[in-house]
């Protein structure tokens, strides 16, 4: 069975752009969870998806904002970015809520 | 609110000793509880999982944790280490709706 999929997984952006990123997950799985790790701040929690509803949501600025598709496959942006939204963005996927499998990940550098 | 603390932030190990990785957690309800190896530039790979039962788990590439709850920790174990372990390792609970990681400890397995 085919992980988790990120897309892209480079990406350079300039201060006030905003980016998309992908996530396909795991097939049948429903619940898509987006974490960001940054050397200063380590691994948060950015929100969790489940049949194309936001269940949760971290302690983020309303520029992350995040969706999921009736294929389960979801997306997050990132609005207006910011020198400091340099990180990697990490997507995990489970089929039940406590057990979650990572993707590669998508690093994020702002300039 | 959950909350997981890995005391070491760096090992240094030689190849064939054992490992043992520190990690206690803060959880008002019965934990779930992770291990998860990150190699540089890549994702997090689930090395094993505590939901309840045996205080003992056995996971992927040898390791096996054992959950203490009088003491709040969830040790990670490694009787003989390989080249290939040297990875940052992360300690993670789930709480409400999220998982929520230690800082990591980066291990470093010397020839």
């Known amino acids: 069975k085919a992980g988790v999929t990120q897309t892209p997984r480079y990406l350079i952006k300039t201060r006030g752009q905003q980016v998309t990123l992908s996530c396909s997950p795991i097939?049948?799985?429903?619940?898509v969870s987006w974490y960001q790790q940054t050397p200063g701040q380590g691994l948060q929690f950015l929100f969790e998806?489940?049949?194309?509803?936001?269940?949760n949501k971290g302690n983020f600025p309303g520029r992350f904002s995040g969706r999921q598709f009736s294929n389960s496959r979801s997306e997050m942006n990132v609005s207006t970015l910011e020198l400091g939204d340099s990180a990697l963005y990490l997507c995990?996927?489970?089929?039940?809520?406590?057990?979650?499998?990572f993707g590669p990940g998508t690093r994020l550098t702002v300039t | 609110a959950q909350s997981v603390t890995q005391p070491d932030i760096h090992i240094t190990v030689s190849e064939g000793a054992s490992l043992e990785l520190r990690c206690n957690y803060s959880y008002g309800a019965t934990p779930y509880l992770f291990w998860y190896v990150q190699s540089p530039g890549q994702g997090l790979q689930l090395l094993l999982k505590y939901f309840s039962g045996d205080t003992l788990v056995q996971g992927i590439k040898g390791f096996e944790a054992e959950f203490k709850r009088s003491q709040s920790s969830f040790n990670l174990r490694k009787p003989s280490v390989h080249w290939s372990d040297a990875a940052e390792y992360f300690c993670a609970v789930r709480g409400d709706y999220k998982l929520s990681f230690g800082a990591g400890t980066t291990v470093t397995v010397r020839a």
């Open positions: 995990a996927s489970s089929l039940n809520p406590a057990e979650q499998y």
């Open positions: 998806y489940f049949s194309e509803t936001q269940r």
């Open positions: 097939s049948g799985h429903r619940s």
